[in-house]
């Protein structure tokens, strides 16, 4: 298997913008994981997947951010309008059903909105 | 709520050296507990995990950690470091239940030749 499968990897966009991230899960892997990672607040979880039924989007920063799993293999994460604030490499994450696994990540997009 | 502490930032240690990288956790039930390492530019790795049984966990590239729950610590450690070993390492935490985890703030690893 090739791993989790992001993209881009790197995306600059102008304020206001829509920003579209992608993800490919691990072929087989019951939950997906989106993360965020900056240096002012580290590694954060925004939602994640069970199924492709979103189980908790309490870390969602706001409305402008969304996310979709519209089948097992694939993910979305939309930010509309994007903000500089939202400047970030974003992860997408991995993991099999049963309870004693770890997540596999892959390798990030990092946004730039200017 | 669950919480990891990472105490040091960053840890400097010359190649050839031992190292010895903290982590505490915060969570009532029983934890499953994670190493992971972030090279630039990359993805975090899986260093290794500890979920029961044997306090003392091996894993990959020399490293290991112990799981002392009467500490709540987690502590990662390698007897001799490598140039390559140089990157940020990331303690986290996880429970059956909760499915997500939670990461420490990070260790930013140099390495001197």
């Known amino acids: 298997d090739a791993g989790v499968i992001q993209s881009p990897r790197h995306e600059v966009t102008e304020m206001g913008q829509e920003v579209t991230l992608r993800c490919k899960p691990i072929s087989g892997h019951d939950y997906l994981f989106w993360y965020r990672q900056t240096m002012m607040r580290g590694l954060e979880l925004l939602i994640y997947?069970?199924?492709?039924?979103?189980?908790?989007d309490s870390g969602m920063p706001e409305d402008r951010f969304s996310a979709k799993m519209p089948n097992a293999s694939f993910s979305t994460l939309k930010i509309q309008p994007s903000e500089p604030r939202d400047s970030a490499v974003y992860f997408c994450?991995?993991?099999?059903?049963?309870?004693?696994?770890?997540?596999?990540f892959g390798q990030g997009t990092r946004l730039t909105v200017v | 709520a669950q919480s990891v502490t990472q105490p040091d930032i960053h840890i400097t240690v010359s190649e050839g050296a031992s190292l010895e990288l903290r982590c505490n956790y915060s969570?009532?039930?029983?934890?499953?507990l994670f190493w992971y390492v972030q090279s630039p530019g990359q993805g975090l790795q899986l260093l290794l995990k500890?979920?029961?049984?044997?306090?003392l966990v091996q894993g990959i590239k020399g490293f290991e950690a112990e799981f002392k729950r009467s500490q709540s610590s987690f502590n990662l450690r390698k007897p001799s470091v490598h140039w390559s070993d140089a990157a940020e390492y990331f303690c986290a935490v996880t429970s059956g239940s909760a499915r997500q985890l939670t990461f420490g703030s990070g260790t930013q690893l140099t390495v001197l030749p």
């Open positions: 969570y009532g039930a029983t934890p499953y």
């Open positions: 997947f069970n199924n492709n039924v979103p189980i908790d």
């Open positions: 994450a991995s993991s099999l059903r049963t309870v004693n696994t770890e997540a596999f």
């Open positions: 500890y979920f029961s049984g044997d306090t």
